[in-house]
């Protein structure tokens, strides 16, 4: 089992820059990606921006250029960079792992960040 903690949400103004950070713990040597994903007040959840155990992202098209996601040093923790935040970034921010067992594959969620950013 993987358990994940987001941090590093808050409020910030337009054009600011925030990074959030997912930490992983458990049985971590399986994951095959760690994806992050954002849910805005009345809309359905989306698809942020991906990372793979090699290394290798792939990002939205609305934060593409905008966005960053990074692995660090200990290989437990995935971040999100996010520049010049726009007032429709505003959502809650999710990390989810991807863990291939022998029955296949089993997603893990956090529990979710806040990002503000106002009008």
């Known amino acids: 089992q993987v358990q994940l903690v987001e941090s590093g949400g808050g409020l910030v103004q337009p054009g600011g820059s925030l990074r959030l950070s997912c930490a992983a713990s458990?049985?971590?040597?399986?994951?095959?990606?760690m994806a992050w994903y954002r849910q805005a007040p009345g809309k359905q959840r989306e698809f942020v921006g991906v990372?793979?155990?090699?290394?290798?992202?792939n990002y939205a098209e609305p934060v593409k250029g905008r966005f960053t996601i990074s692995r660090g040093n200990a290989k437990n923790t995935v971040y999100l960079q996010m520049d010049r935040l726009k007032p429709e970034d505003t959502a809650v921010y999710y990390c989810?792992?991807?863990?291939?067992?022998?029955?296949?594959?089993?997603?893990?969620w956090g529990q979710g960040t806040q990002v503000t950013v106002p009008s």
């Open positions: 989810k792992s991807l863990e291939r067992t022998r029955s296949g594959y089993i997603d893990y």
């Open positions: 458990g049985s971590i040597s399986n994951i095959a990606t």
């Open positions: 990372i793979t155990s090699g290394g290798g992202t």
